[in-house]
């Protein structure tokens, strides 16, 4: 057997020359995982790349309950523009509050580029503090990496700034006030920022951008309490609330891609899909090689990170997406009440009824009745408030609340407008065993 032995002069200059024709073959934006050297997220050098096109170079993202920001292109170059103000936001249906967005929406609308691109945004200050835009995750210039007092000067009411920066990496970032955090992203500034590829291996049917985030809004309220440190009642996918949260609708056998990021204040998050499990194939950081992958159904979400996710909706149905820490799936009036779990309240309702007309005492055994007696109109909650559970579903009425969606995977549909519930084919629903069923297995109840 013949050797070849090759100086360390030699293994330079020939890893020299693969490296430069793996650029070639590849073009100005290659990023090989089998290269030396630490895993980065650059993946381009800047240049002068054509601007990324939407549909051309990278199918659009779905923000449920959100939008996309518009850009122009002047000179090359994709200018955005990103005005913070105050409104009034919805989260769900009875709840509203005064909170700090961008665009007039909470939270603020996905940016959305090619890498390679060049972009230039603005961005104006419409509120009564001063502020700062951090891009969170980005590899840009020091100056332009928004932090308040320090990479910047702040943002004075009134004034517009400008951020200018290439696009050297791809994946899943975000933007959010850098200045007063506790304050700022409490009130709502914060936003997803995707970078597509510019020549994706593949592409995926549908990509999802959900943004989780935790507020206090103590009933009755009209703003966030910045200064909570523990106890979030309102838990929200893009800003909302379930049952306040826009389904996500995809075909059958779609391949699905959902991008989530987590800008809550103190909170990490499980995320859970139902019916069934997909590869977490990227961080804030970049992607993830495939040997590095792995299967999942839940995938934690810590605060500060993005996690990307991926799967093919091969099980029609209706789906729960949603947090896995149970406090999370509850909305602001299941906090700070009494443990009432076992305790007949019968006699002490009857006599509290005298004194206060229309008390209804909390169910001890089924939490969830009390958004049930809500929608009925058994019982009163203070105005601007939504009960700790629920919305009325096919069945019986849905025990959960927060942060919550439904993934609606249907065969054949042409439109992604929201189906309806989803009809089991007949024998495919769990029912009430019959007497017979329970005898012939040998159940005793």
């Not at 993934?407 to 549909?413: A, D, M, Y």
């Amino acid at each position: 057997m013949s050797q070849f032995i090759l100086s360390r002069r030699g293994a330079l200059a020939a890893a020299g020359l693969a490296a430069a024709g793996a650029s070639l073959a590849g073009g100005r934006a290659n990023a090989s995982s089998s290269a030396p050297g630490p895993h980065h997220a650059r993946s381009v050098e800047p240049g002068d790349y054509p601007p990324g096109e939407p549909g051309v170079h990278y199918t659009p993202v779905i923000t449920p309950n959100g939008s996309t920001l518009p850009f122009r292109v002047v000179g090359g170059v994709k200018v955005f523009h990103l005005i913070a103000e105050e409104l009034e936001h919805e989260f769900a249906p009875g709840l509203r509050a005064t909170c700090w967005g961008f665009n007039g929406q909470v939270h603020g609308p996905t940016i959305e580029a090619v890498e390679g691109d060049r972009v230039r945004i603005y961005v104006t200050n419409r509120l009564r503090a001063a502020t700062a835009v951090h891009w969170h995750g980005l590899i840009l210039p020091s100056g332009m990496d928004g932090v308040g007092g320090l990479t910047q000067r702040l943002i004075r009411p009134g004034e517009t700034f400008r951020y200018e920066f290439p696009l050297v990496q791809h994946g899943t970032q975000m933007y959010h006030a850098h200045h007063d955090e506790m304050t700022q992203m409490a009130m709502g500034l914060m936003g997803m920022f995707v970078i597509h590829p510019r020549r994706p291996a593949y592409r995926v049917d549908r990509d999802f951008a959900l943004m989780l985030s935790t507020w206090k809004i103590r009933p009755g309220a009209r703003r966030p309490d910045p200064n909570e440190m523990t106890d979030f009642n309102v838990l929200t996918f893009n800003a909302k609330a379930f049952p306040g949260t826009d389904p996500l609708v995809v075909r059958q056998d779609q391949r699905v891609r959902m991008r989530v990021a987590n800008l809550s204040a103190m909170d990490h998050h499980p995320f859970h899909v139902h019916g069934h499990t997909f590869q977490v194939v990227g961080t804030d950081g970049g992607e993830i090689p495939e040997a590095g992958r792995w299967p999942e159904a839940t995938v934690l979400v810590p605060v500060g990170s993005a996690r990307t996710i991926e799967f093919v909706a091969d099980n029609p149905g209706d789906w729960a997406v949603h947090c896995h820490m149970t406090h999370h799936v509850m909305n602001q009036m299941g906090h700070d009440i009494e443990n009432m779990v076992g305790v007949d309240q019968s006699s002490f309702t009857g006599l509290v009824s005298d004194l206060v007309p229309g008390y209804m005492a909390m169910d001890g055994d089924d939490m969830a009745a009390h958004g049930e007696h809500v929608e009925m109109g058994h019982m009163r909650i203070p105005e601007n408030s939504i009960p700790m559970v629920g919305a009325q579903g096919p069945f019986d009425h849905i025990g959960m609340g927060g942060m919550v969606t439904i993934l609606k995977v249907r065969p054949g549909i042409t439109s992604y407008d929201d189906p309806g519930w989803y009809r089991a084919p007949d024998g495919t629903t769990a029912r009430a065993a019959t007497s017979q069923e329970l005898a012939r297995d040998g159940i005793r109840t």
